[in-house]
Nanobody, 126 residues
Framework: QVQLVESGGGSVQAGGSLRLSCVAS????????MAWFRQGPRKEREGVAG???????TYAHVAKDRFTISKDKAKNTMYLEMNNLKPEDTAMYYC????????????????????WGQGTQVTVSS
């Protein structure tokens, strides 16, 4: 298990940007599958972007060309850079990790992750 704490959410106008951070603790290095999920009002939790142990990134269609996932192993931190935000991006954003896996073919399935953060709210106004 690894403990995850998100930050960086907030309220922005459409077209704005935010950078979310997820600090991991309780496990050495970050050589495991991690991902960002989001859950909007009355919606199911959906995968936004995933990153494997070797840094390969995968994006959901809604995130391509606007969001960038990355991680800094020295800081035990994963990031989600979000640009050109839209009102439909409004949601609680969660980071997730599973320390038992290094490749992540099912990265967007919530059931693949055993550790979750508490979430950070992103609100985008039109």
């Amino acid at each position: 298990q690894v403990q995850l704490v998100e930050s960086g959410g907030g309220s922005v106008q459409a077209g704005g940007s935010l950078r979310l951070s997820c600090v991991a603790s309780g496990h050495t290095e970050m050589n495991y599958c991690m991902a960002w999920f989001r859950q909007g009002p009355r919606k199911e939790r959906e995968g936004v972007a995933g990153i494997s142990s070797d840094g390969r990134a995968t994006y959901a269609h809604v995130a391509k060309d606007r969001f960038t996932i990355s991680k800094d192993k020295a800081k035990n931190t994963m990031y989600l850079e979000m640009n050109n935000l839209k009102p439909e991006d409004t949601a609680m954003y969660y980071c997730a990790a599973d320390v038992s896996r290094w490749v992540c073919p099912l990265w967007s399935w919530p059931s693949e992750y055993s550790s979750w953060g508490q979430g950070t709210q992103v609100t985008v106004s039109s």
